[in-house]
């Protein structure tokens, strides 16, 4: 197991895949999926979106993503979802 905040997936799936040969897994939380999908993240990519989502899933990765909590908004300020 490993904790990371490192936003760059792809660059972390390939880190982890130079080190074992078993499937790899990343959890995340929504918000953080809804930001795996904008393309501002892989303005440097030649391919940009398209080029690291190939190089995320080359190895049998897995994305487990837990579910965001809905609270009701307080009243000084609204609620994040």
Known sequence: MLISDYFEYYRLAAYLARYT?????VTMGVASLEDLFKEQYYAELEGGILEAF????????????????????????????
């Open 21 to 25: 040969s078993q499937p790899i897994a």
């Open 54 to 81: 190939g190089r995320l899933f080359t190895k049998d990765l897995r994305i487990y993503v837990y579910p965001c909590a809905i609270r009701p908004p307080k009243k000084s300020r609204p609620c994040r979802t």
